[in-house]
């Protein structure tokens, strides 16, 4: 069973609005973190924001945002305020507390990634 | 900059034969992790190093290996190379074993013609 879904293959936004990425994942631990990257075309993988499973805030971090509904198993990510330099892939990925065995120790599991373009 | 550095960062090598990637992880981290990305099979976890021992392992195949060394610096060995083997790989690194944020390096691509 996939444990990270991004339902949106590509998404488009005017630049200076809000754009809101979708993540859902699916785990039984209680104790989980959750992330979001960016790809550029240049391929490096940028760390944007991390939420806890226990953390009761949504966390920020300058125009990112991550909109965390624990019961709905959503860890979505919103942009405020677009710039052209913010098209790129962006993938939602979990880390699972200990998994069976105890083996589960801080490995990221992705999903699929969203295409983010900014048009002016 | 994320501080975790990768070298290569081009390889372009022929099938069967066996190359070596490096990575060096941010100064003070403990932990570090080997994802492959492909166009079919997305980003997938390799392998995790901890302190120079194995921690945990991915959809990693045999012919795939790595090592962390003393000062931390980790190498992963791919050998008998495949058309499909043609990827990123990217390394990660964290300070702790499993907890707090993962930062990538700029990955190595691979090419196997």
């Known amino acids: 069973a996939q444990k990270i879904t991004q339902t949106q293959p590509g998404m488009f936004v005017q630049e200076k609005e809000a754009v809101t990425l979708d993540c859902t994942y699916d785990?039984?631990?209680?104790?989980?973190?959750l992330f979001w990257y960016k790809q550029p075309s240049s391929g490096e993988m940028i760390f944007l924001i991390y939420?806890?499973?226990?953390?009761?805030q949504n966390a920020t971090e300058g125009r990112y945002s991550l909109n965390f509904q624990k019961a709905r198993k959503s860890a979505n990510l919103v942009i405020s305020a677009s710039q052209l330099g913010d098209s790129a892939m962006y993938f939602c990925?979990?880390?699972?507390?200990?998994?069976?065995?105890?083996?589960?120790?801080?490995?990221?599991?992705f999903g699929q990634g969203t295409i983010l373009t900014v048009h002016p | 900059d994320s501080g975790v550095t990768q070298t290569p960062k081009h390889l372009i090598t022929a099938t069967g034969q066996r190359v070596t990637l490096r990575c060096s992880p941010r100064?003070?981290?403990?932990?570090v992790y080997w994802y492959q990305q492909s166009l079919d099979q997305g980003l997938q976890f390799l392998i995790q190093?901890?302190?120079?021992?194995?921690?945990a392992k991915g959809n990693i195949l045999e012919r795939f290996s790595a090592q962390q060394f003393p000062d931390l610096h980790s190498e992963l060995n791919l050998s008998s190379l495949e058309l499909g083997d043609s990827a990123l790989y990217f390394c990660?690194?964290?300070?702790?074993?499993?907890?707090?944020?993962?930062?990538f390096g700029p990955g190595t691509r691979l090419t196997v013609l």
């Open positions: 190093y901890y302190n120079g021992e194995e921690r």
């Open positions: 785990t039984s631990d209680q104790s989980y973190g």
């Open positions: 990660a690194s964290s300070v702790a074993g499993g907890l707090g944020e993962q930062f």
């Open positions: 939420q806890g499973s226990y953390d009761e």
């Open positions: 100064s003070g981290d403990l932990s």
């Open positions: 990925a979990m880390r699972e507390g200990q998994g069976a065995g105890g083996t589960s120790y801080g490995k990221l599991t």
